[in-house]
C-alpha cells in the first residue's frame, strides 16, 4: 500500500497481511436433556476456546436439525441450561446446540434427544439420566457396518489435533489424550459410495452425538470435538441419516483415552509420584541420537506436575526418555517404539545412594556427640565426689 500526496508523489510502500478466521469453535460437550411430561431440562459444558461468543439451540419433533434455520430456535446466548416448556407428553424431541465464534463460525452441532414422559395420574419427579440418551437412527436389514481399518485408504477417515495427524492403529484404534481436541474429518466418497439415502452425518462418542458438517471445498464431513476427561476406551460410530430417521451405513472405531505417563519412586510397597523431575525426549535423525523438537511449541524437556505426570504427542517413531530429579539417580530408559502418537511410559527412579549415607553419617555423627557429651559430664561428677 502506497498514499498519494497533492503533488503527485507516492509513500513508501507499506505491505500487510489480512488473516480471515475460518477455523469454528468446538463442539459444545455433556450435552444431557432430563424430561418431565411437558418439559426438558437441558444442561452443556461451553467451549473453552477465548473467540467462543455464544451457543444457537434448535429443536425439532420429527428430525435431527442440521443448521440454525432448521427446526425452531429455542435459545441464543452464553448460558449452559436451558429449560424447554410446553412440550407434548410421550412425544421424542431433537436438540441440536451449535457454538460460534466472533465471526460467526459455527460448530458442525451437537445433537441429543429426548422423549417426555406419558400422562401420569401421581406426580412423576424427573430424574437426571446417568448419561445423554443417544441419538441412533433405525438400522435398515441391509445395513452396513465397516471397521475402521477396512476402509481403502481414499477412503479412510482423517483425525487431527492442532493441525498433527492422529494415527490410527492397524486394529482402528484411536490414541488421544483427556479432553484433547480432535478435528475428524471423512471423504464424503466413503459415505455417498455406501448409502443412497442420505440427509446428514453424525459420529457418536460416549453416547454424545454430533453433527458432521458438509465441506465442499474439500469434499468431506467433519466434525470438531473435544475427547472425554475419563480415561477408558469408547467405542465411536459414524452412521448416516436418511431422510427417514433410519440409518444404512455405520463406521466403527475405538477412542482410547490414554494416561498420562508418570515419573515414581517406590516406597514400600507403594509409588510416591516425583514431582518438577525433568523429562526430555530423544529421537533419532538420520541414525543419530537428537533430543525430540516439537512442531508446536511443545516444551522438551518438560517438568513433572503434582501428580508426577509428563505428556509427549509425538509422530509414529523410535524414542528414548532420560529423567532427572534432585536427590535421584539420573534414569534413562531403552529405546522404544511410538505407534499410536502418545507417550505414556511409567518411569521408576531410584534415590541416590550418597543421600542415604549423609542421612546414616549425621545420625553416627549427632549419635557421637552426644556420647561424648554423656562421658564428659560422667567424669566432671566422678570429680566432685572425689
Known amino acids: 500500500v502506497s498514499a498519494l500526496n497533492g503533488a503527485g508523489t507516492y509513500s513508501d510502500a507499506r505491505s500487510f497481511v489480512i488473516k480471515y478466521d475460518s477455523i469454528a469453535p468446538t463442539n459444545v460437550g455433556n450435552f444431557v436433556i432430563t424430561p418431565t411430561q411437558t418439559t426438558a431440562s437441558l444442561t452443556?459444558?461451553?467451549?473453552?476456546?477465548?473467540?467462543?461468543?455464544?451457543?444457537?439451540?434448535?429443536?425439532?419433533?420429527?428430525?435431527?436439525?442440521?443448521?440454525?434455520?432448521?427446526?425452531?430456535?429455542?435459545?441464543?446466548?452464553?448460558?449452559?441450561?436451558?429449560?424447554?416448556?410446553?412440550?407434548?407428553?410421550?412425544?421424542?424431541?431433537?436438540?441440536?446446540?451449535?457454538?460460534?465464534?466472533?465471526?460467526?463460525?459455527?460448530?458442525?452441532?451437537?445433537?441429543?434427544?429426548?422423549?417426555?414422559?406419558?400422562?401420569?395420574?401421581?406426580?412423576?419427579?424427573?430424574?437426571?439420566?446417568?448419561?445423554?440418551?443417544?441419538?441412533?437412527?433405525?438400522?435398515?436389514?441391509?445395513?452396513?457396518?465397516?471397521?475402521?481399518?477396512?476402509?481403502?485408504?481414499?477412503?479412510?477417515?482423517?483425525?487431527?489435533?492442532?493441525?498433527?495427524?492422529?494415527?490410527?492403529?492397524?486394529?482402528?484404534?484411536?490414541?488421544?489424550?483427556?479432553?484433547?481436541?480432535?478435528?475428524?474429518?471423512?471423504?464424503?466418497?466413503?459415505?455417498?459410495?455406501?448409502?443412497?439415502?442420505?440427509?446428514?452425518?453424525?459420529?457418536?462418542?460416549?453416547?454424545?452425538?454430533?453433527?458432521?458438517?458438509?465441506?465442499?471445498?474439500?469434499?468431506?464431513?467433519?466434525?470438531?470435538?473435544?475427547?472425554?476427561?475419563?480415561?477408558?476406551?469408547?467405542?465411536?460410530?459414524?452412521?448416516?441419516?436418511?431422510?427417514?430417521?433410519?440409518?444404512?451405513?455405520?463406521?466403527?472405531?475405538?477412542?482410547?483415552?490414554?494416561?498420562?505417563?508418570?515419573?515414581?519412586?517406590?516406597?514400600?510397597?507403594n509409588e510416591v509420584r516425583i514431582l518438577n523431575a525433568k523429562v526430555t525426549l530423544y529421537t533419532k535423525r538420520n541414525g543419530t541420537e537428537t533430543i525430540w523438537q516439537s512442531e508446536d511449541g511443545t516444551t522438551n524437556p518438560q517438568y513433572t506436575n503434582q501428580q508426577g505426570e509428563y505428556q509427549f504427542f509425538v509422530a509414529p517413531g523410535e524414542y528414548k526418555l532420560v529423567v532427572e530429579a534432585k536427590g535421584y539417580i539420573p534414569t534413562e530408559t531403552e529405546w522404544f517404539p511410538v505407534e499410536s502418537n502418545i507417550v505414556e511410559k511409567n518411569i521408576e527412579m531410584t534415590k541416590t545412594p550418597y543421600l542415604w549415607f549423609g542421612i546414616i553419617a549425621g545420625v553416627e555423627i549427632i549419635a557421637g556427640i552426644g556420647i561424648f557429651a554423656f562421658l564428659k559430664r560422667k567424669k566432671k561428677t566422678k570429680k566432685r565426689n572425689v
Not at 483427556?178 to 475428524?184: D, E, F, R, V
Not at 474429518?185 to 443412497?196: G, L
Not at 454430533?210 to 471445498?217: A, F, K, L, R
Not at 475427547?227 to 476406551?233: D, H, I, M, Q, T
Request: proline share 6%; no cysteine; charged share 20%.
Open 44 to 269: 452443556w459444558r461451553n467451549p473453552t476456546v477465548s473467540d467462543f461468543t455464544k451457543v444457537i439451540i434448535m429443536r425439532s419433533n420429527t428430525h435431527a436439525p442440521i443448521s440454525v434455520t432448521d427446526g425452531t430456535k429455542l435459545y441464543e446466548g452464553t448460558d449452559s441450561t436451558f429449560s424447554d416448556t410446553n412440550l407434548t407428553v410421550s412425544t421424542r424431541y431433537y436438540y441440536m446446540i451449535f457454538a460460534l465464534d466472533r465471526i460467526e463460525n459455527r460448530s458442525s452441532g451437537t445433537l441429543s434427544q429426548t422423549t417426555t414422559l406419558a400422562a401420569a395420574t401421581t406426580p412423576v419427579v424427573p430424574v437426571t439420566p446417568d448419561e445423554p440418551e443417544p441419538v441412533i437412527p433405525t438400522p435398515q436389514p441391509e445395513s452396513k457396518t465397516i471397521k475402521l481399518q477396512d476402509l481403502s485408504e481414499d477412503q479412510k477417515v482423517n483425525i487431527t489435533t492442532e493441525d498433527k495427524a492422529i494415527n490410527v492403529t492397524t486394529n482402528g484404534d484411536i490414541h488421544t489424550y483427556a479432553n484433547q481436541t480432535l478435528n475428524i474429518e471423512i471423504p464424503a466418497s466413503t459415505i455417498t459410495d455406501n448409502t443412497t439415502d442420505l440427509k446428514n452425518v453424525i459420529i457418536t462418542v460416549n453416547n454424545q452425538t454430533y453433527n458432521m458438517t458438509y465441506d465442499s471445498e474439500n469434499d468431506t464431513y467433519n466434525a470438531t470435538i473435544d475427547a472425554p476427561s475419563v480415561k477408558g476406551v469408547y467405542t465411536t460410530t459414524i452412521q448416516t441419516i436418511s431422510n427417514e430417521n433410519t440409518s444404512d451405513l455405520s463406521i466403527t472405531m475405538s477412542l482410547l483415552v490414554d494416561p498420562y505417563g508418570y515419573i515414581f519412586t517406590k516406597s514400600g510397597d
